[in-house]
């Protein structure tokens, strides 16, 4: 049976919950791979932090993913004219593994069809990213940032001291479609 996944608009009344949302899905996937002791925080307990969040929301176009009429997850896109970039997507942890988010992705390629050229970012130890971004949508890694080789694109890491930039890296990968 395929998945019913729609992406509709975020509405202002969602907006808190889908920031909670989102902070719970980072969370969780950080707690997964270091456990309590975990250090990778943008802010106090949170992976992402609201701020960042706020900020993608503002300048980005941000979706809700709904299977079945449940709000199941979110995503935020930019796209420019061919070039589009995935500044967020999460799932529920309870919907983990059920293919919804690989249906969201293959929802917003339709929705873009101008795109050529998609771009994301995730951290080094988000695993199960990794393996949905390059083994189910697609993508390739095409970077590491690191204290020896900074993102130059992220100012705000640039400003930061190097004990609070994201200091064991983050991956950037590209897709490129015909």
């Not at 509405?11 to 902070?23: H, K, M, T, V």
């Not at 130890?125 to 697609?138: A, M, T």
């Not at 390739?140 to 064991?168: A, G, R, S, T």
Request: hydrophobic letters at 35%; proline letters at 6%; charged letters at 30%.
């Amino acid at each position: 049976m395929a998945l019913n996944v729609q992406l509709l608009p975020l509405a202002d009344s969602d907006r808190e919950q889908f920031i909670l949302d989102n902070q719970e899905a980072f969370r969780y996937g950080a707690m997964e791979e270091f456990g309590m002791r975990d250090n990778h925080f943008e802010e106090e307990g949170e992976i992402i932090s609201r701020s960042t969040i706020e900020k993608s929301i503002d300048d980005g176009l941000a979706y809700r993913i709904v299977v079945n009429n449940k709000k199941v997850g979110g995503l935020i896109i930019n796209v420019e004219e061919t070039r589009g970039e995935l500044e967020i997507l999460f799932t529920s942890p309870n919907e983990h593994s059920k293919g919804i988010g690989y249906a969201a992705w293959c929802e917003v390629e339709k929705m873009f069809p101008q795109v050529k050229i998609w771009e994301t970012i995730t951290p080094y130890f988000e695993k199960r990213n990794i393996h949905f971004y390059v083994n189910r949508c697609g993508f390739h890694i095409v970077e590491f940032f690191n204290k020896h080789h900074p993102n130059p694109n992220d100012p705000e890491e640039k400003d930061l001291p190097p004990d609070e930039q994201f200091p064991d890296g983050m991956f950037r990968f590209e897709k490129y479609l015909k």
